[in-house]
């Protein structure tokens, strides 16, 4: 089961892992001008585009033998994709250059609002960026420097999404301006989050990452049914003793594991087959669509607090939807779960885009095609 991580600051890591590009060592322009007076340094302005290129480059209408590290192919191909709440279709390079604009004006909504509130970081955020400066340095240094650049702007990109988590708490969070009620927390909860109590049995053999067969995967759907059976008998009421569900795992995911030809050395691990979970929209979106979730379908379907089997490939979970507020408090799921993340960060980023996108622009044109993309290294 996941944890709940925080949009905000994960946002920026994840796009900083990807791109593999951080703050620009060449001398001039050090600048790509500003947007609302604030300056947007070469290096953000780079990883920014670093960033757009490769969502095009997934996007691009390849020919044959072409790849997403063919510059000039994709920024030549057709892209079509979605840029806020608009569909675009547009050639690679002007996909790049929307897109680019796009990830710099929420860069600039992001330090002018943190200025506006006087904000400033913890020490333990600052030492969390240069931690994770120095790791992804040691990682992609090679390719930093490839492309001309340096540690200041990946530092600089961090330091944004520091700023944006540091701004949802100074306007949402408990102290903030505007805090999040105790009502819009339990809305949420009960309407868009699935608190899930469930018991995981293997269908895979992660020694030798072997699948079941037709024959083993049989056995263990019936081995899930007992499974089930028990905690139908055992766990009916609207909260569980986890006792109950460890005692399950215990007993039926060996039995699933020595079908599929494998042993557990202690059998005291089982229990770590056994939980219980709040899954958030976003931790939800990936088991499926609108259409249809592998995971809060059958739930649905089974209804509220009433065991069912699902499977979701690599594992059949034999589980149940119950109400977290019949064994907690808002303020206990709130301390054990990221909900205000959860709950506001899409809303707070859509308020950075506008927002930087209303700003004054003064970019330097001339600097930023210095900085083409069709400049961009795939490889070093």
Not at 106 to 134: I, M
Not at 146 to 161: D, M, R, T
Request: aromatic letters at 8%; hydrophobic letters at 40%; glycine letters at 6%.
């Amino acid at each position: 089961m996941r944890s709940i991580k925080t949009k905000l600051l994960s946002l920026g890591v994840a796009a900083a892992m990807l791109l593999a590009l951080a703050g620009c060592n060449i001398s001039t322009p050090s600048s790509v001008g500003t947007i609302g007076g604030v300056d947007i340094p070469a290096g953000v302005y780079l990883l920014a585009q670093y960033n757009a290129y490769n969502t095009a480059s997934g996007l691009a209408d390849l020919a044959t033998g072409e790849t997403a590290n063919d510059v000039k192919a994709v920024l030549k191909a057709e892209c079509t994709g979605t840029i806020g709440d608009e569909e675009v279709t547009a050639t690679g390079a002007e996909y790049v250059e929307k897109l680019t604009l796009r990830a710099i004006e929420y860069y600039a909504a992001v330090e002018a609002k943190f200025a506006e509130l006087g904000a400033t970081l913890e020490d333990a955020a600052t030492s969390e960026v240069a931690s994770s400066v120095d790791s992804m340095w040691e990682s992609n240094g090679e390719l930093y420097e490839a492309n001309g650049i340096g540690k200041s702007s990946l530092e600089a990109y961090l330091l944004n999404a520091q700023k944006a988590s540091t701004i949802m708490n100074l306007l949402y969070g408990p102290d903030g301006s505007t805090p999040v009620t105790e009502a819009e927390y339990t809305d949420f909860l009960n309407n868009s989050c699935y608190y899930i109590e469930s018991v995981q049995i293997p269908l895979v053999d992660y020694s030798t990452y072997t699948m079941a067969d037709d024959d083993q995967k049989t056995k263990i759907l019936e081995i899930a049914a007992q499974c089930e059976a028990e905690l139908k008998e055992n766990a009916s009421g609207e909260t569980s003793d986890m006792t109950v569900l460890y005692t399950a795992a215990s007993e039926y995911v060996p039995q699933a594991m020595e079908t599929l030809g494998a042993t557990m050395e202690n059998a005291s691990e089982a229990i770590y087959y056994a939980g219980a979970q709040l899954y958030t929209p976003d931790d939800l979106a990936g088991y499926g669509t609108d259409e249809y979730n592998n995971l809060t379908d059958p739930l649905d379907e089974a209804g509220m607090n009433q065991w069912t089997t699902i499977d979701l490939g690599t594992t059949i979970l034999v589980a149940r939807r119950v109400d977290p507020l019949k064994s907690y408090t808002v303020e206990q799921l709130t301390s054990m779960y990221d909900l205000l993340t959860a709950l506001k960060s899409d809303e707070l980023q859509d308020q950075f885009y506008a927002d930087g996108a209303a700003m004054e622009h003064a970019l330097d044109e001339g600097a930023m095609k210095t900085y083409s993309a069709s400049k961009i290294k795939k490889n070093v």
